[in-house]
């Protein structure tokens, strides 16, 4: 500031500011120079990059201290630790560690950046000087720097560096969460299997004509389960409601049956079709929506297949008068071995056949028992036997039973005064939808009845009981972001210690006092014998100067050297 502009000036009678001589020197006493290892840190400190430096240490040092607690803890069970302190809470303490480290390097890196904003070829708005200062200190003033400067400056990335800091911590929240996962207990999970059939009274007897009464339940409840879920009731045991089975075999019943519909001839007039008749099985005359059952072997589909249980076809007609609504099915209902994978989840049973194994040939004589004995191909990793077998007795009762059970017929009086059927059985054959599934589930509810008999020679099979665990899951895609902030810092950092040596600017960071003693509208006098370039001379100099803040005569305001 010319001389002229600060005469006359004296506020309290102290000095008066016509009295100095230009060439009075600022310092009373000369700086000391840096002698002890303390002092010449303090210089690296003050001259240099080692503050920044250490911060980005301290940074890193924090990240890595969070990738491996991470590393520890992903997938493990949820640490036993005190209630105050969890895994996030950890990761939080480090992360506040390291966002202060590099948020400081950072800023530093931007205040440095201003002074290679003034180093270049043209002159710049000394309001820029603001715009720098604001972008150092948070997230809006990097946000005016970015919107005022040229998007090729290297500020450019410290200005981004401090915007995507706002979301540092969020995206760290979210790495570590806390799902259940079940895992195997000490508990017990069971399920029935039989390897053999030999129906008995309830003093354990044989029965030698009849079907025993539990079975009779059986075949009853899989015909009339209007929601064909009998697989859910296979007799289990899981303490925990989440069990698991390795697959096993077991003696069972399986069925198969034929759309044999094409088969029907029909005998039509004027008013509707009057008889219908499968070749060699049922038959119905007369108009009114009826059913016959008979048992049966028409269907080449089936004629392969020894149906060791019972094989029957029915003929189902809905409207007489509309030959379209006519069907019918021949299915046979055998012997088999199923293999099946098993596992209960929430209490619900889920039971999958993943092998079923039918021997064509099996039959049984006057004298002896049903014999099926799979390959072990075919059996499942819980097979205690490779034989199975259904006895004589409970052969010939079974097949006796079931062909009178599906032979039968019955129907619904077109005058609407009624309905009659031979047997509840055939009732339920007529009103089913799907016919297929309903047999399909009469063959299911059959073989949870021999799997859960008492001498189904087969003890239950073992399986495992699960319990349900809190563990701790990483989901690294998450920490991408923390980290690329990081790096990002790391690289700005690297870019402007570049910068200011190629440019050749001093590292003055953000002082203020490096403003006040190279700025040519300050009323201070700097003295040619002292140099004060580095920021370690400036602070010793700057404390041996005494300033005030004065007005001078244009009623402006200026700090005054005293």
């Known amino acids: 500031m010319p001389t002229n502009q600060t005469e006359g000036v004296d506020r309290d009678g102290s000095h008066e500011a016509d009295s100095m001589d230009p060439q009075t020197p600022l310092l009373k006493k000369a700086v000391p120079k840096a002698t002890t290892l303390l002092q010449k840190t303090s210089l690296l400190f003050q001259d240099w990059w080692l503050w920044e430096i ?9 990240m890595t201290v969070i990738i491996v607690i991470l590393l520890l803890f992903d997938g493990s069970s949820l ?61 809006w003033g990097a946000v005016a720097l970015l919107l005022s400067i040229n998007a090729r400056h290297l500020a450019v990335i410290g200005a981004t560096i401090t915007v995507s800091m706002l979301l540092f911590d969020p995206f760290l929240q979210q790495v570590v969460i806390y799902p259940d996962r079940l895992i195997p207990s000490k508990d017990t999970a069971t399920i029935v299997r039989a390897q053999k059939y030999e129906a008995r009274s309830e003093e354990g007897l044989p029965l030698s004509s009849v079907v025993d009464l539990s079975m009779k339940a059986a075949i009853y409840n899989g015909i009339f389960d209007v929601r064909d879920q009998a697989d859910v009731n296979v007799e289990h045991f899981c303490s925990t409601g989440n069990c698991t089975w390795n697959s096993f075999s077991s003696l ?14 029909k005998s039509c007039n004027a008013s509707g079709c009057y008889e219908l008749n499968l070749p060699g099985g049922p038959s119905i005359s007369g108009f009114g929506s009826q059913i016959n059952s008979s048992v049966t072997n028409i269907s080449a589909e089936l004629r392969a297949i020894e149906a060791s249980v019972v094989q029957f076809s029915s003929l189902i007609s809905k409207k007489m008068n509309d030959s379209d609504d006519t069907f019918a099915w021949e299915c046979a209902l055998s012997y088999c071995i199923n293999t099946y994978s098993t596992s209960v989840t929430d209490g619900i049973i889920n039971q999958t ?59 619904i009086n077109v005058t609407g005064t009624g309905s009659a059927f031979s047997s509840d059985v055939i009732h339920a054959l007529y009103d089913t939808e ?117 007005q001078t005569d244009g009623r402006g305001w200026m700090l005054v050297q005293k």
């Open 54 to 62: 250490t911060s980005s240490i301290i940074a890193i040092c924090a």
């Open 79 to 139: 640490p036993d630790w005190p209630s105050v302190f969890t895994i996030n809470s950890v990761i939080s303490f480090f992360s506040v560690i390291a966002k202060l480290s590099f948020t400081a390097a950072v800023g530093a890196s931007i205040s440095q950046s201003k002074w290679h904003w003034y180093r270049q070829e043209k002159p710049r708005p000394l309001a820029d000087l603001q715009l720098f200062d604001d972008a150092s200190r948070g997230p």
């Open 252 to 265: 069972a019943v399986c069925s198969e049956c034929a759309n044999i519909t094409s088969y029907v001839e």
């Open 353 to 411: 056949i993943t092998k079923s194994w039918l021997n064509n040939s099996a039959s049984y004589s006057e004298d002896s028992d049903l014999i099926l004995k799979p390959p072990l191909s075919n059996l499942g990793d819980k097979g205690n036997n490779t034989t199975f077998r259904v006895s004589r007795l409970a052969a010939q009762a079974m097949t006796s039973f079931m062909s009178s059970t599906f032979t039968g017929s019955g129907g």
């Open 434 to 550: 799907n016919f297929s599934v309903r047999v399909s589930n009469l063959a299911t509810s059959m073989t949870n009845n021999i799997r859960q008999q008492n001498n189904s020679g087969s003890d239950p099979c073992s399986g495992l009981a699960m319990k349900t665990e809190t563990y701790v899951k990483v989901r690294w895609a998450w920490f991408a972001y923390p980290a690329a902030v990081l790096v990002l810092s790391l690289v700005y950092l690297a870019g402007t210690i570049i910068e200011s040596t190629q440019r050749d600017v001093d590292i003055w960071k953000s002082s203020n006092i490096a403003l006040l003693f190279h700025g040519k509208v300050m009323g201070l006098e700097k003295p040619k014998e002292i140099t004060v370039e580095a920021m370690s001379r400036m602070g010793p100099t700057a404390a041996a100067i005494e300033v005030e803040l004065v």
